[in-house]
């Protein structure tokens, strides 16, 4: 079965460009899923939007909290962010680019 999935060929959803699956490629193996390149950008792309929404979040807050928010690791913020996103206390709203 290893040897099957080391040679299974995919084309990329986002870029069109044809991908040899690798060892812990986690896709749904239905002809098409998400190269390496691909991958990586979108995990920028949603570390960026992190950032923005934690400095949206921040610059909402009193000065006072906002020192200590700014005391919290990233890691927290981001949970913390979550959080608020899944109790409904901040609305996230999707905007056309």
Do not use: P
């Not at 998400?34 to 400095?55: A, N």
């Amino acid at each position: 079965m290893r040897e099957l999935i080391k040679k299974k060929w995919l084309s990329c959803g986002c870029c069109g460009i044809d991908f040899r699956v690798w060892e812990g490629y986690v896709g749904q193996d239905h002809g098409s899923g998400t190269c390496k390149h691909c991958q990586k950008l979108i995990e920028e792309k949603k570390e960026h939007d992190f950032d923005t929404s934690i400095r949206k979040l921040r610059n909402r807050l009193s000065v006072k909290n906002q020192l200590k928010f700014d005391c919290l690791d990233r890691d927290f913020k981001k949970a913390l962010l979550t959080k608020t996103l899944d109790d409904k206390a901040l609305k996230y709203v999707i905007k056309n680019y």
